[in-house]
């Protein structure tokens, strides 16, 4: 089992590009939630997609939009890029009946210059 | 606004001791709290929970606390070993799948 995977590892855009991360979840989970977190800072949560449609939404901007596709993959993508979206963006999944058990990914950490 | 903290951004204990993490909340509301790990380069790992009706969960050498009329949580850790230095989250769930974090704690067990 391959757990969490993420890609890319690293990203550089430039300011006012758009961006798409992606996330394949742990073998047998079917919910995907997306978390922002910044140097010194803990995971602020983005949203969550269960059923290919998101559930839940934290405090971001519609520049922040999401997808989760019929195998349970999730991409994030990020429109209009700002300075402070850099950051380390990572994926976690789970089962909907079991959301305490979130397994998260290594992460991508998105530079925007 | 910052519903869960950490005030402590690092904490450093000698092996063997207790280490002792803490973590306040505002939101009256929220269902139960983790604790998760985190090591440089890797996502953070789930460490512990505890339902928002209960006051105690153990496991192994992890122990977390829950006073819910101070709005507390915290995690003991005991003996405290090397391989447990990193970085601890706490985390509080609304509504059963919305996750709000704090902003961490470096654990250094010095050998």
């Known amino acids: 089992d391959a757990g969490v995977t993420q890609s890319p590892t690293h990203l550089i855009k430039t300011r006012g590009q758009q961006v798409t991360l992606r996330c394949s979840p742990k073998s047998g989970h079917d919910t995907v939630s997306w978390y922002q977190q910044a140097l010194g800072q803990g995971p602020q949560f983005i949203f969550q997609y269960y059923e290919e449609e998101e559930r839940q939404r934290g405090n971001f901007p519609d520049r922040f939009s999401g997808h989760q596709f019929p195998n349970y993959s999730s991409e994030l993508n990020v429109n209009a890029l700002l300075l402070g979206d850099s950051a380390l963006y990572l994926c976690a999944s789970s089962l909907s009946t079991r959301a305490s058990g979130q397994y998260f990914g290594p992460g991508t950490r998105l530079t925007v210059t | 606004d910052q519903q869960v903290k950490q005030n402590s951004p690092s904490l450093s204990v000698q092996e063997g001791r207790i280490s002792i993490l803490n973590c306040d909340y505002t939101n009256s509301m929220f269902d139960y709290f983790l604790w998760y790990k985190k090591y440089p380069a890797e996502g953070p790992t789930f460490l512990i929970s505890?339902?928002?009706?209960?006051d105690k969960n153990e496991d192994g050498r992890f122990t977390v606390f829950l006073n819910k009329s101070a709005k507390h949580l915290s995690l003991h850790i005991v003996p405290s070993q090397p391989g447990d230095s990193a970085v601890y989250f706490c985390a509080a769930v609304y509504n059963f799948n919305k996750f709000y974090f704090g902003s961490g704690t470096k654990l250094n067990v010095k050998p």
């Open positions: 505890i339902s928002s009706i209960k």
